[in-house]
């Protein structure tokens, strides 16, 4: 493909083209602290083409001129700008699409993220929270309701992050019911059908974390029995 054919893969006036919609989700990203300096990244899908912000731009400064593009049934970069890196995140958005048909993943490194990482061992469940009424069940049509537990499984953290990705997609298969991995130390993979629900996904499960790491502070089980709460002594 010539220079002039790739470019315009990124190039479009489309607010909802994905090169452009990856810009203003890390903006968006990083104004909520989920993606501070270079680090996390975001990918979406359209069609058979994957778009992935590159390595080592701060997110908030991120432009479509700086999106690699790669077809998915090859593995093949089609796009890849001039002087920028690929994300290391890479292996693991392929993972999400190559797994689930996902249409988009996200990558962050949010602090309740890494909180609740440390508070658990090889899962994550909180249960009936209003919020996490705003996620899919997956292995069956509909989304969790308030009396359902969610479930995310942690994974442990590597020197490289692409060597996650073998533990990554371990997790996808154990877990068939989840649309988000954790990972301990590190931050958190989020993906879901359409770039909005991965948005979505990763907006409701942040608030869970979040919550989880406040209630197990006042010493409530985030997955205990409606009632639980009641033997927490308030000093």
């Known amino acids: 493909m010539s220079n002039a054919n790739a470019d315009s893969l990124v190039a479009s006036h489309d607010p909802n083209h994905p090169a452009n919609l990856i810009c203003e989700l890390c903006r968006l990203f990083y104004n909520?602290?989920?993606?501070?300096g270079t680090g996390g990244g975001i990918s979406i899908r359209k069609g058979d083409h994957i778009f992935i912000a590159p390595s080592g731009v701060q997110k908030e400064r991120m432009l479509p001129d700086n999106m690699f593009v790669m077809d998915l049934e090859t593995k093949e970069y089609l796009r890849v700008p001039k002087s920028l890196k690929?994300?290391?995140c890479?292996?693991?958005?392929?993972?999400?699409y190559t797994n689930?048909?996902?249409?988009?993943?996200?990558h962050t490194h949010s602090q309740n993220a890494v909180l609740i990482s440390l508070l658990y061992d090889k899962v994550f469940t909180i249960a009936n929270i209003e919020q996490i009424k705003a996620l899919p069940k997956l292995t069956e049509p509909g989304y969790l309701g308030f009396f359902d537990t969610?479930?995310?499984p942690i994974i442990e953290n590597t020197a490289h992050e692409e060597d996650l990705k073998d533990s990554l997609e371990q997790a996808?298969?154990?877990?068939?019911?989840?649309t988000a991995v954790l990972v301990r130390r590190h931050g958190i993979y989020v993906w879901g059908e359409t770039v909005?629900?991965?948005?979505?996904?990763?907006?409701?499960?942040?608030y869970l974390l979040e919550l989880a790491v406040k209630l197990r502070q006042l010493g409530v089980p985030p997955d205990g029995a409606i009632g639980s709460e009641r033997n927490t002594r308030v000093v």
């Open 172 to 178: 996808i298969n154990d877990y068939p019911a989840t």
């Open 90 to 96: 890479t292996p693991l958005f392929l993972a999400a």
């Open 196 to 206: 909005w629900k991965a948005k979505v996904y990763n907006e409701a499960i942040d």
């Open 86 to 88: 690929p994300s290391a």
């Open 100 to 106: 689930r048909n996902a249409g988009a993943c996200i």
């Open 32 to 36: 909520n602290g989920w993606v501070t």
């Open 150 to 152: 969610l479930t995310i």
